[in-house]
């Protein structure tokens, strides 16, 4: 199925509102690339139907829309209080690590080592910031005294966010495990790792996938400052980048938010890592059938920035209206996609680096595109890398890209302008570089003048690193 001409990907949380068969078809229809599953909620009961139903729409649509399992983390929370209970400002209030009901005095927080992490001076912030409080001493075993900055009302479960801390908890809990396991078993494309702060933290999750033999991305999602201060090593080992704005303007200073969104893309496409702009982008949505003139503004200027994907939480999983949320933002896109900063980056290749004349290739088939006006960019791959390093460039021309492993069609459905395809009848490279090129003229994707650069492995059946371009056209 031919959708939408945008090349800035969508992401749909799927919830209590959307997980039907029919919304979701729906969706996919009014152009979603990419269904989150988030694992903060919901039984793997629930996901696992899910994940069945999107897998059925594909089939039945002949569509590649991904799916991404987005783990919990360790989130840090209030255990349970008393109902009405207000923290005035200047009192003093008791963290403990000793489950019980909380009061305006003292409270349990689900993180055992924090009496042991925490120092005098440091902020805590309770219900995404709402509730300010700082640090005055710690017994470093089970209680940590604070006085409230800002006050207000607490409640059960609010969660608690410590912007000067360096957490010791792992950022893959036991919960997690759990939840990547089923997940992987079910075949999600995309495994989102919450409250990354260091390059291990991704080559730990990676190591589990390949371990237990399989092939799901990895996305780092920024929500912390320690992950800022360690960004191109995290950069480096993940897959992609999510700029989660919602925990990320908790925990840092609201203001730095909208540059950090542009440094982390400026060197994500750089790097030819992919970067997803999420959290509260079509936020008013949820309750209203039309935006605000502000979240028109920030989808657009995320596409600007040079975004791969925009991504919709509650605005599909609990809103009134997700499919008019998802016809929304791809107008607004659109829109966006027609300013010519966003195209033709001049990518240059890293001469160090061990896939430096592939890189050349790719680099320059995007730079050849825009000066003889291609239509596309047809590639073949293996892995995907071809797709990602293409991607990058940003080019004007369509990005189609044909592989031989059908996981990786379903992989590259989130990345900027690319459209996959299932395709293993290599028999030569010119043989091959015209039978996808019949199969793109038949589906309508090409039509008879278009010229096309082509890039792809000789001999083709190696399917080894990218060695070869050709322009030809259509005839």
């Not at 599909?316 to 896109?333: D, F, L, N």
């Amino acid at each position: 199925m031919k959708r939408g001409h945008n090349k800035t990907k969508i992401i749909a949380t799927l919830g209590p509102v959307s997980n039907s068969y029919d919304m979701i078809k729906k969706l996919i229809h009014a152009g979603v690339d990419v269904f989150r599953l988030n694992f903060s909620h919901g039984s793997h009961e629930v996901h696992k139907e899910t994940i069945a139903l999107i897998k059925q729409a594909n089939r039945e649509l002949n569509t590649h829309v991904s799916i991404l399992a987005d783990l919990q983390g360790p989130k840090i929370r209030l255990g349970e209080v008393l109902p009405l209970t207000v923290l005035k400002e200047g009192d003093i209030f008791k963290f403990t690590t000793n489950p019980g009901i909380g009061t305006n005095e003292i409270a349990y927080i689900t993180y055992p080592n924090f009496p042991k992490d925490v120092k005098a001076g440091e902020t805590v912030l309770i219900d995404d910031g709402k509730i300010e409080l700082k640090v005055l001493e710690t017994n470093r075993k089970d209680t940590v005294v604070t006085r409230v900055i800002f006050g207000g009302p607490i409640s059960s479960k609010k969660g608690v966010n410590l912007p000067d801390t360096q957490v010791s908890i792992p950022s893959l809990t036991e919960k997690d495990h759990a939840d990547l396991m089923f997940a992987l078993q079910e075949g999600v494309n995309w495994v989102a790792l919450s409250f990354v702060r260091k390059a291990e933290d991704i080559i730990h999750l990676k190591n589990i996938i390949r371990h237990h033999g399989y092939h799901a991305r990895v996305i780092a999602k920024i929500e912390k400052p320690e992950a800022l201060r360690n960004i191109d090593d995290i950069i480096d080992a993940t897959d992609a980048i999510m700029v989660a704005r919602g925990d990320l303007g908790v925990e840092m200073p609201v203001e730095i938010v909208p540059f950090t969104q542009k440094e982390l893309c400026i060197k994500c496409l750089a790097n030819s890592t992919p970067v997803i702009i999420a959290t509260q982008m079509m936020e008013s949505m949820i309750e209203n059938p039309h935006p605000t003139r502000a979240e028109v503004t920030d989808v657009a200027n995320a596409v600007l920035d040079g975004a791969d994907c925009v991504m919709l939480s509650g605005e599909t999983a609990a809103g009134k209206y997700p499919e008019k949320v998802i016809q929304t933002m791809v107008r607004i896109i659109e829109q966006a996609e027609k300013d010519p900063k966003i195209y033709d980056r001049r990518n240059v290749p890293d001469k160090r680096s061990k896939t430096y004349l592939s890189d050349a290739i790719c680099f320059n088939a995007s730079n050849m595109a825009g000066e003889v006006h291609a239509a596309a960019i047809m590639g073949m791959t293996k892995t995907g890398y071809t797709a990602f390093m293409v991607s990058s460039c940003r080019p004007r021309a369509n990005i189609y890209i044909f592989t031989n492993n059908p996981e990786v069609v379903n992989i590259l459905n989130l990345l900027w302008g690319v459209e996959a395809f299932f395709y293993d009848g290599m028999r030569g490279t010119n043989n091959t570089f015209k039978e996808v090129q019949q199969h793109l003229v038949d589906s309508g994707h090409l039509k008879k003048g278009d010229v096309v650069i082509n890039i792809g492995t000789m001999p083709v059946k190696e399917m080894a690193r990218t060695n070869t371009l050709k322009i030809s056209q259509i005839v």
